[in-house]
């Protein structure tokens, strides 16, 4: 039987109650046989951990065995003998003592009920008692083995507690939002270039982990709007900050806070969870961040305020505990997209955004943003794949510049997409780049649909 020294609840006592039975008659322990139970605090736990073992910690369970049984050894009455109470003639072979908060930060972490850390806790020290260890790894791994069969067989199992939904990252043009995106999702989803307005339209990436489903959505950079295609690319920002469970405002280190702060929370609507992230914090230095930390963190309006490092993934853990803290909870598996698929664009687009993300690379200025990859064929069934683009740009003055002194440019750009394509699909390509003028295109609705840069009223 079990003595509940501390007082519990009649549900969680007779769960403890049956994983006391289940073992004992495993074990075939005699009738008598008694385990004291006590639910203590950090101090005591910690005083227990002292006095006992020479350790200065909190642990999350504490067991004492009245006689040490050597694993997978009889329990002996004689053994007890000076144990057994005259009274009620029960015989008492330990004590278990669990650290109530501790059991339940740890199963906060672990997205399972309190009632489940709480019966793995008191089955540990059970098999502690009966002579288990976890000194070796075999030890370790037995005793794994049998505590999961234990709660499984009990249908004290792990109750989901999956959290999923949809994070939009904004921005200023160049804060990091594409570099971000795919650190967290570790895949090349978005190009990322040092030239501004580099993303144009909403991209996802999905996280997954074993109790979550994070859908992330990558925006273009808020800019001076110059044309109709700076237009299409504001309505994107706009309809990914509609649905969306979390925003995460991005701003960088390396720039005055409270400026891109008040420049991003005039854009943002009011409504959802807002975390406000200071990247690039790898480009800055504590003492000249600090005094702005202090300041933003009195006015900033938002729920959580995070630095961060996207490039160097610094704090990037930390932001996804956070982010799931606020995301809602479903008593079973909650995934909008399949765990194999981590973006919804496919690899024509992907290819097309790889050959820009050269040109951004490789030419200066203005050139860059005036000019759109449309692939013409995409050969699945060629070997190697056979992949053809046009590169329209705005004059034929920038044609030239693209084409380069005896096509070395877009021989150069060329080259290095191929590279990056054959990265992401595995195979050889033959890639052939064209050159094409469509002058002023950016302002031209005609073009900007056939281009597919419409994106709705
Ligand atoms: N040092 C440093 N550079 C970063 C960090 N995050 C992003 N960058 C750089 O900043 C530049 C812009 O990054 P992007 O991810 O393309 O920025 P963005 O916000 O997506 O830009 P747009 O798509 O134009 O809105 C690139 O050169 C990145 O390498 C960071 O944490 N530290
Ligand atoms: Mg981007």
Redesign the pocket.
């Known amino acids: 039987m079990v003595e509940f020294v501390t007082k519990v609840s009649e549900d969680l006592k007779r769960d403890i109650k049956k994983v006391f039975d289940y073992i004992s008659k495993s074990f075939s322990l005699p009738k008598q046989v008694k385990v004291n139970l006590s639910f203590v605090d950090e101090d005591t736990i910690k005083e227990l951990n002292k006095s006992t073992r020479n350790i200065d910690k909190v642990t999350d369970v504490l067991t004492y065995p009245y006689v040490e049984l050597k694993p997978k050894a009889r329990l002996n009455i004689d053994d007890y003998k000076y144990d057994i109470d005259v009274d009620d003639n029960s015989l008492t072979i330990g004590d278990i003592y669990i650290c109530l908060n501790k059991a339940k930060a740890q199963a906060k972490e672990y997205g399972h009920s309190l009632r489940r850390e709480i019966c793995f806790l008191f089955c540990h020290g059970m098999l502690h008692i009966l002579g288990y260890d976890h000194m070796t790894k075999a030890e370790a791994k037995e005793m794994e083995e049998m505590q999961d069969k234990i709660l499984i067989d009990l249908g004290i199992t792990r109750d989901i507690a999956f959290k999923s939904g949809f994070v939009t990252i904004v921005?200023?043009?160049?804060?990091?939002?594409?570099?971000?995106i795919?650190k967290l999702v570790g895949e090349h989803v978005?190009?990322?270039?040092?030239?501004?307005?580099?993303?144009r339209e909403n991209i996802i990436g999905v996280y997954n982990d074993d109790n979550s489903q994070i859908v992330f959505v990558?925006?273009?950079?808020?800019?001076k709007r110059k044309n109709k295609v700076d237009d299409e690319m504001e309505k994107n920002i706009e309809n990914a900050t509609l649905d969306t469970e979390i925003i995460l405002m991005?701003i960088a280190a390396?720039k005055p806070l409270v400026e891109q702060y008040e420049s991003i929370d005039k854009k943002v609507s009011d409504e959802g969870k807002k975390i406000l992230l200071i990247?690039?914090?790898?480009?800055t230095t504590f003492e000249k961040l600090y005094p702005q930390l202090l300041v933003i963190g009195k006015i900033a309006k938002v729920d959580e305020i995070l630095p961060?490092?996207?490039?160097?993934g610094?704090n990037c853990d930390v932001l996804i505990d956070m982010i799931k803290k606020y995301l809602p909870t479903f008593d079973h598996e909650m995934r909008y997209f399949p765990t194999d698929e981590y973006t919804d664009k496919n690899l024509r687009f992907m290819v097309a955004e790889i050959i820009r993300e050269k040109v951004l690379l490789l030419l200066d200025d203005e050139i860059p943003h005036g000019i759109q990859v449309v692939i013409s064929k995409y050969d699945e069934e060629s070997t190697p794949l056979s992949i053809f683009a046009d590169l329209y740009c705005e004059k034929e003055s920038h044609k030239a510049i693209i084409l380069g002194k005896n096509g070395a440019m877009i021989k150069k750009i060329s080259t290095m997409a191929r590279k990056s394509i054959e990265a992401l699909t595995g195979e050889h390509v033959n890639l052939q780049l064209f050159v094409k003028v469509r002058p002023n295109w950016r302002n031209d609705n005609a073009a900007i649909r056939e281009f597919g840069l419409h994106f709705g009223e």
């Open positions: 921005g200023d043009t160049n804060a990091g939002k594409s570099t971000l795919n978005a190009i990322v270039s040092p030239k501004s307005q580099t993303t990558d925006t273009p950079g808020y800019h991005l390396n990247n690039k914090i790898d480009e961060i490092s996207a490039l160097k610094k």
